[in-house]
């Protein structure tokens, strides 16, 4: 991710309504102002109806990782929200992809979406380690920031809202160089000098500023004292504003029109604040609305296939793989799974996201977007349930305030649409 392009992937399928659950899941607890840990569970876009309440909230803005960071997966939260917005906003404009069939995804940091014909062209040039495909403003404002300051080796790149990863038609890969002949014959364009890791898909429609739109709507969402002009053009103040949004998402995420609906996390439970190194324990309430009964053989794991950076080894059956849920959830019911996660030893706050499948056999019957900052500093243990309230943000619901970090989880679960059928 030290390319020009740096990495990133993830958006999300749906909705995230899952903040509302969260909190419902909380139980009215609140995670501490010190937080560690966010998570988020996200829901599919237009696949949950219920309405976003809850507020997620992170002291750690976009533009606290301007200095402090190189990856892009500090933004994944927010990033997810983006990505589920314009999929809410143009259903069709980018589909997700997976790892395997010839496809590897290197990091935690990419959002595995691509337009349409992008993506099958990707996956008939086979053999391809993707290190970025699509990318949100929140990505690319910080590769922008990092390259301007010379930081992580990055060596070009687009001013924010002109990147063609933001429009889902360009990939970076970690073994560029022995596949240029191969993208070269499936419409993919080796053709940015000085950013060698770079492909553009060309013939993929252009919806670049799609992403500013997006962002611009959700902040509108979650600040109805501070709207800004939906134009989908990048300016000064739709920066102002992205940079002081928290990482980890905002407390209402992406709207859309009710649909269907498939697989929902209607509760979350878990500590309030976990330190580098500790153990946290979570206990998630899964709705089935699918019309497919989930067996207790179903197995949690890590969507992407990569070993996971919150494996908990005393709980998990892998680095890939939490385990069986344990319980038959027909369709129509709830089931109830408990999770452990171990924080990874970090020396400045972390957020750490992952998405999680829920799979019976070869099947996916759903995804969760699982979202954890692990603040070193915090107070391990300590609850802050008695100042719920008080996480709220003040300014408009998102962040910001406070001392410091806190658990959010917010779940999502989600289920992708085209899996259920
Ligand atoms: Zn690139």
């Not at 966010?38 to 997620?56: F, K, N, R, V």
């Not at 924010?160 to 038609?169: K, L």
Request: include cysteine.
């Amino acid at each position: 991710m030290t390319s020009a392009h740096g990495s990133q992937r993830l958006f999300g399928f749906a909705p995230l309504s899952a903040t509302s659950k969260l909190h419902t899941a909380l139980g009215g607890r609140r995670l501490g102002p010190l937080g560690l840990a966010s998570l988020a569970l996200c829901g599919a876009c237009g696949l949950d109806e219920d309405p976003h309440t809850s507020e997620i909230s992170s002291e750690l803005s976009v533009a606290s990782f301007v200095t402090s960071s190189c990856t892009t997966a500090v933004v994944i939260g927010l990033s997810r929200q983006i990505a589920n917005e314009i999929g809410c906003m143009n259903p069709s404009s980018l589909t997700r992809f997976s790892a395997g069939s010839g496809i590897t995804i290197t990091s935690n940091a990419v959002l595995p979406y691509l337009a349409a014909n992008a993506k099958s062209d990707l996956q008939a040039v086979g053999n391809v380690r993707v290190n970025s495909a699509f990318r949100t403003i929140a990505q690319q404002y910080l590769l922008l920031q990092w390259h301007d300051r010379g930081r992580c080796g990055i060596r070009a790149a687009a001013p924010v809202g002109r990147s063609n990863h933001e429009s889902g038609r360009a990939v970076d890969l970690a073994n560029w160089s022995a596949r240029v002949g191969a993208m070269a014959n499936h419409r993919w364009s080796h053709d940015v000098p000085g950013d060698p890791v770079h492909f553009d898909h060309l013939s993929s429609a252009d919806i670049r500023g799609r992403d500013v739109l997006a962002f611009q709507r959700l902040w509108n969402r979650n600040h109805p004292g501070d709207k800004i002009a939906t134009d989908g053009d990048y300016g000064p103040a739709t920066e102002a504003r992205l940079k002081k949004s928290p990482a980890t998402g905002f407390a209402t995420g992406a709207s859309c029109t009710p649909r269907v609906r498939a697989a929902d996390l209607v509760a979350a439970d878990g500590p309030d604040r976990i330190a580098p190194g500790q153990t946290a324990h979570y206990t998630l309430t899964l709705a089935n609305d699918t019309d497919v009964d989930w067996p207790a053989t179903t197995t949690l794991r890590i969507a992407d296939g990569n070993a996971s950076e919150l494996y908990d080894a005393a709980t998990w059956t892998s680095s890939v793989e939490l385990g069986a849920i344990g319980v038959a959830v027909p369709a129509g019911t709830q089931g109830v799974v408990d999770i452990d996660i171990a924080a990874p030893s970090v020396a400045t706050p972390t957020p750490i996201a992952t998405q999680l499948a829920l799979v019976d056999g070869t099947t996916q019957l759903g995804t969760l977007d699982f979202a954890v900052t692990v603040t070193p500093d915090g107070d391990a243990n300590t609850s802050a349930d008695a100042d719920d309230e008080s996480d709220v943000d003040v300014s408009g619901g998102c962040s910001a305030g406070g001392s410091a970090g806190w658990l959010a989880l917010a779940p999502a679960l989600l289920a992708l649409r085209r899996r259920r059928r």
